[in-house]
């Protein structure tokens, strides 16, 4: 029997080698050089696709970006507190909530332009998250994730029962479009780049931020507390702080969300809500910007995918972070780079031994 | 001299268990001050008393002149104290460099609204700090290695580097919890090696060490625990000798020195 030479050059090693190469091109790579340079090649690309992305895709499929973008800017400013410090948060559908509210009684009831219900939005849900992020972010762990639920949950009673506020369970009808400076954003594909277009600022706002001294901050806070203060890291101020940026954060979807769908119902901001966001920053990758945009459009999908199983979608996301939380506790997207290389080259390797064996 | 660090009559006690009793203590400006003194001594929790992370049952730690006792960690390092810990506590998510400027925290300016605006001033103060870290890195030997995630580096590097975020703060108070446990001794002497030009730059050491020869080679000034008491506080050689020293340390073994 003749035994092949297993490091023998095959021509199908050059395929592999393609592969990597064009995965290494397209995937974003978490690590350094994200926190190092702010904008690489790769962006472009991602740029690139976004404008033309609607090009192709059929007026559902639009739609269905156009809410991806907006989870993707919850799961983004959740990526902050959740990702970057380390701070679980099971609430944030509330600040999502707030948001859209502030938008829906701002222009419904005292006619404020969309424009200034946006920022206004993020304002308000920021206030919020300040005063209930001084108390309950001595807590850490489970006990932060238990306060956080709990606040999500007071949210959702609050605004079932004042009625003449936020128009009860039925909610309020009505929310114009988004408009600024006479350009109403009335269509899907307007609203596309709308949405896309906030998401992009605020991706190069989160980017600065994690480059920074505030960036190194929040890692140093998630690794390690001792440490932190040890340099002189206000810890207490540093959470409070990101906390708010991302309530900020979730405040501006909750806005883009009620003009897009021109209601806000509490039914939109549940539990389920929180638990997909923590999903999609965890999917994403701890420490990382970009997974949580992947993610969110990923679940985004799954989520209408799943459209006529309604009652099988809380099982299926159940066992979906189960199955994260064993085999990519870090998230998908960290060192995902690595992660194929390892797999193609593995199933190289494991192919010759294969053939050597018989 | 003047002291730099003065600890006066500290005492702390976990549910009546007595850790420190009445102890007082001088760090002079510009000298390594060696603590030592067997496991359960109260090292430790002294340190844990000086940098703030617990408060003492009675007593006042000064520092400069100002009182510190109260204050929290991070403000205690504000003032000018950087330490190292007795586990390890690199910043493991970042890499070596981003580890060095954390420790730059404090003298950078901005906060988030200008870090993620990315105004002109945080531009200029990155690269400064970028340039900066270096210098740090190359002093400790880890320049080689500085885009490597923190956690990637061995046992001694990770010592090095916690030295290094600690030097970062350009403290005028550098406290040392055991920072040669667990180095080999070519480790431990190119560390020795380093505290005393951290000395010569004019930074105040205080040391907590289980490795004797060290501790009696650098050291300006040796102060012994023993349960909780001060036991002995002197030059080294004074101290070496002193017979309740022997007697605590090693039950009449000797100190090896």
């Known amino acids: 029997m003749v035994v092949e030479n297993k490091n023998e050059f095959r021509k199908r090693d050059l395929v592999y080698t393609g592969g990597l190469w064009l995965i290494s091109l397209i995937l974003p790579d978490p690590h350094l050089p994200y926190r190092r340079e702010f904008i690489k090649k790769r962006d472009f690309f991602y740029l690139g696709t976004l404008l033309l992305l609607p090009l192709i895709l059929s007026?559902?499929?639009?739609?269905?970006?156009?809410?991806?973008?907006?989870?993707?800017?919850?799961?983004?400013?959740?990526?902050?507190?959740?990702g970057y410090a380390g701070q679980i948060s099971l609430g944030h559908a509330a600040f999502f909530g707030i948001g859209a509210y502030t938008t829906a009684i701002l222009t419904t009831r005292y006619g404020v332009p969309t424009v200034g219900a946006f920022w206004a939005s993020a304002l308000v849900a920021a206030a919020f998250a300040y005063l209930i992020g001084k108390p309950i972010l001595k807590l850490k762990g489970y006990f932060l994730a238990l306060a956080t639920l709990g606040f999500g949950e007071i949210f959702l009673v609050i605004v079932r029962e004042s009625r003449s506020l936020t128009g009860g369970v039925s909610g309020i009808f009505g929310i114009p479009w988004f408009s600024v400076a006479g350009f109403t954003f009335d269509t899907y594909l307007k609203q596309y780049y709308l949405i896309w277009g906030v998401l992009i600022g605020l991706v190069l706002f989160a980017k600065n931020l994690v480059?920074?001294?505030?960036?190194?901050?929040?890692?140093?806070v998630a690794a390690s507390e001792d440490a932190a203060s040890s340099v002189g890291i206000n810890v207490a101020q540093v959470k409070v702080r990101v906390f708010v940026i991302s309530a900020a954060f979730a405040g501006l979807a909750g806005s883009l969300f009620a003009s897009v769908i021109s209601t806000a119902n509490p039914e939109g901001?549940?539990?389920?809500?929180?638990?997909?966001?923590?999903?999609?920053?965890?999917?994403?990758?701890?420490?990382?910007?970009?997974?949580?945009?992947?993610?969110?459009?990923?679940?985004?999908?799954?989520?209408?995918?799943?459209?006529?199983?309604?009652?099988?979608?809380?099982?299926?996301?159940?066992?979906?972070?189960?199955?994260?939380?064993?085999?990519?506790?870090?998230?998908?997207?960290?060192?995902?780079?690595?992660?194929?290389?390892?797999?193609?080259?593995?199933?190289?390797?494991?192919?010759?031994?294969?053939?050597?064996?018989? | 001299m003047t002291s730099l660090l003065a600890i006066d009559k500290i005492s702390k006690s976990y549910d009546g268990v007595r850790a420190l009793n009445?102890?007082?203590?001088?760090?002079?400006?510009?000298?390594?001050?060696g603590l030592i003194g067997p496991n359960g001594a109260g090292k430790t929790t002294l340190f844990h008393l000086i940098t703030g992370v617990e408060r003492p049952?009675?007593?006042?730690?000064?520092?400069?002149?100002?009182?510190?006792?109260?204050?929290?960690?991070?403000?205690?390092?504000?003032?000018?104290?950087?330490?190292?810990?007795?586990?390890?506590?690199?910043?493991?998510?970042?890499?070596?460099?981003?580890n060095i400027l954390t420790g730059m925290h404090t003298r950078l300016k901005g906060g988030f609204l200008s870090s993620g605006l990315w105004l002109p001033w945080i531009h200029k103060g990155e690269k400064g700090a970028l340039q900066e870290a270096k210098e740090v890195l190359e002093f400790l030997g880890l320049l080689g290695r500085w885009k490597w995630l923190a956690f990637q580096l061995s046992f001694g590097q990770q010592k090095m580097l916690e030295l290094g975020r600690a030097?970062?703060?350009?403290?005028?108070?550098?406290?040392?919890?055991?920072?040669?446990?667990?180095?080999?001794?070519?480790?431990?002497?190119?560390?020795?090696?380093?505290?005393?030009?951290?000395?010569d730059q004019g930074i105040t050491i205080l040391i907590v060490e289980h490795h004797m020869g060290?501790?009696?080679?650098?050291?300006?000034?040796?102060?012994?625990?023993?349960?909780?008491?001060?036991?002995?506080?002197g030059p080294p050689d004074a101290v070496k000798n002193d017979p309740h020293v022997i007697e605590a340390y090693l039950q009449g073994r000797g100190v090896d020195a």
């Open chain 2, 22 to 33: 009445r102890i007082s203590l001088r760090v002079r400006k510009g000298t390594i001050k």
């Open chain 1, 211 to 220: 480059r920074s001294k505030m960036g190194r901050a929040l890692l140093a």
């Open chain 2, 214 to 233: 060290m501790i009696m080679d650098i050291a300006d000034e040796v102060a012994v625990l023993h349960n909780g008491e001060l036991i002995a506080e």
């Open chain 1, 59 to 82: 007026d559902p499929l639009v739609y269905l970006m156009v809410l991806a973008g907006i989870y993707a800017i919850l799961a983004l400013g959740l990526s902050l507190f959740l």
């Open chain 2, 57 to 98: 049952s009675s007593g006042t730690i000064s520092f400069h002149g100002k009182d510190i006792t109260s204050l929290e960690p991070h403000e205690i390092a504000l003032l000018g104290v950087g330490r190292t810990f007795q586990t390890l506590q690199v910043l493991g998510n970042m890499t070596v460099v981003e």
């Open chain 2, 167 to 199: 030097l970062a703060m350009k403290p005028k108070l550098l406290l040392l919890d055991e920072p040669a446990a667990g180095l080999t001794p070519a480790e431990v002497k190119r560390l020795a090696e380093k505290i005393c030009r951290l000395r």
């Open chain 1, 269 to 358: 901001f549940s539990l389920g809500l929180s638990v997909l966001i923590v999903m999609m920053v965890i999917m994403g990758g701890m420490g990382n910007l970009y997974g949580p945009i992947f993610a969110a459009i990923f679940l985004t999908w799954l989520t209408d995918m799943l459209g006529g199983y309604q009652e099988y979608s809380l099982p299926i996301y159940g066992v979906i972070l189960i199955l994260l939380l064993i085999f990519f506790p870090d998230g998908v997207g960290t060192r995902l780079n690595a992660r194929l290389i390892y797999l193609i080259s593995y199933w190289g390797r494991k192919r010759r031994r294969e053939r050597v064996d018989l």
